[in-house]
């Protein structure tokens, strides 16, 4: 539900109208705790800086040295890490708000980079949330340090259901089956 009370005078029209969100950016306070207002200064800097010059470049960066540099500056700020619980290493960031305003920031300098950087927070997501002890135990310290690494969702395997990856979820022969997938 919608607390109008917080509504700029003549309604959220007026402000677009006029070309600006100034407005609410006092209430980020309400969101937001100072380290992560911090974190999201961090973010903004590093993205003019490391980034806004080079995104020329990135999308024929085919070996991905350039790509790995900056995702390895960003693991150096601490995002890979920021979702992990403080007993791992972690920095526990939990807001959603925070998590879409640093997205927010690196999707402004590379799309690809925001989604390389996240796709790792995406893949823990279920033990985190779980608190699933025994994968956190086994995984998080490596990825709580200072070298990037990187996680993603294996769904299905490159020999599956139509022989190039993917899963065949409408054919009724595959249900209640398992789809295991392998890393070789």
């Known amino acids: ?72 500056g960003l693991t150096n700020l601490g995002l890979q890490r920021a979702p992990f619980p403080k007993a791992y290493g972690g920095a526990e960031s939990s807001s959603i708000v925070t998590a879409s305003i640093l997205h927010e920031e690196l999707s402004r300098g590379d799309s690809g980079i925001c989604t390389a950087a996240n796709v790792t927070t995406w893949a823990w997501l279920p033990a985190i949330i779980a608190g699933n002890k025994a994968v956190l135990d086994a995984f998080a310290p490596s990825f709580c340090g200072n070298e990037l690494k990187m996680a993603c969702f294996a769904m299905t395997e490159p020999g599956g259901a139509h022989g190039g990856g993917g899963c065949d979820i409408e054919n009724p022969s595959l249900h209640g089956k398992k789809i295991r997938t392998i890393a070789r």
Not at 3 to 11: F, K, R, T, V, Y
Not at 22 to 28: A, I, M, N, R
Not at 54 to 61: A, F, G
Request: aromatic letters at 8%.
């Open 1 to 72: 539900m919608v607390n109008w009370s917080i509504m700029p005078e003549g309604g959220i029209e007026n402000k677009l109208k006029e070309g600006t969100m100034e407005y609410w950016k006092q209430y980020l306070g309400l969101f937001l705790k100072e380290e992560d207002l911090e974190m999201a200064r961090l973010v903004r800097s590093f993205v003019e800086k490391e980034i806004m010059p080079v995104r020329h470049l990135i999308d024929d960066d085919k070996d991905h040295t350039l790509i790995r540099k900056i995702l390895q």
